[in-house]
């Protein structure tokens, strides 16, 4: 409207017809082509003979441009915006009427290639914006493809051999090269990693000498149960009768869902040390069945000397030379046996030998028992012995011989350790469920790092004084074996060399039920 | 009561090794019983046959032709033989369950505790010399 307002004579009919249908025609294309074919079939010959569209000049005139003869040059603008110039021919001239219909017909034909152009120019965009993304989106494609690449250089030159199962079902698994070779399966020339089906692997799997079926496997299990299986051992039966043993992890990977994407397992070859370990367990069984041998062979001489011993106190035993010889053979035979037994002892406890019997027994009676027996020592030693009990009996359910075995050597020992005129000392108290005995000696004590392993078996506090006092360095051990089978505990402080020991036992009221095995 | 007198018991005494049959044979004589001494289970068993039945016998476990437990389940399977009593002498370190399930009267550890030992013989042959007066 404000187009029509500007001219100051009104339009003639013919005119509002030709102005409705260019507005009418040119707003149904959005093709500057077409729009110029549309205005050429309104225009000519209607208003002009011909018409043309020439590409705006730089240096283009600004609105109302001259008009020269048969030519209307007509400059196409919206928003200042200089589209092109419509050229018009007249070949009788222009009227003012005419140059101003013509003139109105360029507004309606710029306003349209304006809306023309906007709309190619956003297609354009849109356009640019699409190959941009899709860039991008190949960009992203090619990382991953790199990426997957560099995970399969990872994996496939990994020296942990590598399963990756990629289902819940564990139908199929992806082995990397390292993984390949301890199977025996042959490698794909072509690919890093070998997808094979579980079945169709080569190998059988066990453990333990049992063969494992498809789902106790480590990493089908962390499949199934899409959580880590952690230090797995397996055993790997390969179709040339080799067998090797594989150690390792499988932890699910997950999606970006939390749901499982994959299991990864990496395994180490653990051969070579499972057959050390092997080694190393028989020739400790055999090293303990020799003792237990050994024992049983020291006991044949041992008998006789002590028999022999007895014949001798009952037929010169008058004469105290002889007397005082037998007390010495005495006392150096009953502490070979006391040797023998405790050897035959822990070898029977870590062979697993040993049965406790138990029965109710007032421990502080077997404590009063056990200060009887090492008494003597102790006098020759020049060691004072305490000790400090309940005024009532204090009854657990124990094996009261090895109970008594344990205080015995509790106690020899701090003798052992301690010099003359130096005191050992027996407290035993119950407290809640349990009993607590403590043996406290003024002795050598012992230095920090060497308590860690005081009840280790042939542990000896220092080579060169515990060689001199003699003894195998088991007594301890022993002492820890037979607390532990009562489901007892036993720890030892010191303040440090010249600080003297203390031993703790503990031990429970009542017989803990399924305990027999000692850790040695 | 007189024939005993007469002969009085014997303690058997079966150990494969020498110096311990001996000097355990001569202590027992020393202290007044009557010994038979046996180097292994069939010496033993041919002992038994060819004499009064003793009043207790020693039995070492480990022993070369004819072991403790085999003469032990030898001596059961014989009417004749099966109510002698039967105390091991051994220096196994299971000596104390197999006289459990051999169904012996005692079990003695080597170096046996002879005060321990006199006290068992001394119960099972009251009517040696050396026992308590029967």
Redesign the interface.
Known sequence: MTDLLRRQTPWEYDELELLAAAGERLSGSLEEADLLDRFHALAVPRLADGCRIDPPAADAAPADAPRSGSGLSLPLEVQDRRLATLVLHRSGGWTDREAGLAEELARRLARALFLARRDREAREEIAALRRREEELRQAHADELKRRDADFGRFVGTSPLGIIVVAARDCRHVVVNPALAELLRIAPDPERPMTSVSLEALPVRFARDGAPLAAAELPFCRAAALCEAVRNAELDVLREDGTTCTLFGHAVPVLNEEGGLKAVLAAFVDVTSRKQAEAALERADRNKDAFLAILGHELRTPLTAMVNALRLLRRRRGEDPAVRSACDLLDRQLAQCTRLVTDLQDISRIKRGRLALERSRADLAALARQALEVVRPEAERGGVALRASFPGEPVEAEVDPGRIEQVLTNLLGNAIKYTRPEGGVCLELERIGSEVRIVVQDSGIGMPPDLLAAAFDLYHQAEETLSRSQGGLGIGLALVRGIVEMHGGAVSVVSEGPDRGSAFTVTLPIAAPAGRREAGI | MIESALTPDVVLLVDD?A??RE??G??LQ?EGFRVALAADGSEALRYLRQNRAPCLILLDL?MPVMNGYEFRLRQREDPELARIPVAI?S????AQ?NALELQAVGCF????D?DALLGTVSAYCPCSPGGTPC
């Not at chain 2, 550890?109 to 046996?112: F, G, I, Y």
């Open positions: 090794h110096d311990i000097s355990l001569e202590l020393e480990m002498i220096g196994r370190e299971d369950q550890m080597k170096p046996v002879l």
